[in-house]
Nanobody, 129 residues
Framework: QVQLVESGGGSVQAGGSLRLSCASSIYTLSSTYVGWFRQAPGKEREGVAG????????YYADSVKGRFTISQVNAKNTVELQMNNLKPEDTATYYCGLHTRGTEIAAIATMDPRFFGRWGQGTQVTVSS
């Protein structure tokens, strides 16, 4: 059973923008730590951005700082990822996940995918040069 649904991916040229959305009909996303991750072919899944319950704290990987913004949209029960100034190295399948195991401190500090679960099917982002 798919518990999270990602959408908003697409193909853009370098320098373009996309806005990804993570939705759930089961969980209240503002009540748990939600992370955005990405996985390129042949590479491990990596944490991109995270947001704490209530939205008071955010995390960004160094590679996306200043370009990506994560936010909660409570009216839609979504967590969204605004991606600007996209680069070819941002090409990947993007997934959102909920903190499901371990301490929240460890999950936030490491953004290790093993601390997260309830994955959706992902949304593909392709950036051409």
């Amino acid at each position: 059973q798919v518990q999270l649904v990602e959408s908003g991916g697409g193909s853009v040229q370098a320098g373009g923008s996309l806005r990804l959305s993570c939705a759930s009909s089961i969980y209240t996303l503002s009540s748990t730590y939600v992370g955005w991750f990405r996985q390129a072919p042949g590479k491990e899944r990596e944490g991109v951005a995270g947001i704490s319950p209530g939205g008071g704290s955010t995390y960004y990987a160094d590679s996306v700082k200043g370009r990506f913004t994560i936010s909660q949209v409570n009216a839609k029960n979504t967590v969204e990822l605004q991606m600007n100034n996209l680069k070819p190295e941002d090409t990947a399948t993007y997934y959102c996940g909920l903190h499901t195991r371990g301490t929240e401190i460890a999950a936030i500090a490491t953004m290790d995918p093993r601390f997260f679960g309830r994955w959706g099917q992902g949304t593909q982002v392709t950036v051409s040069s």
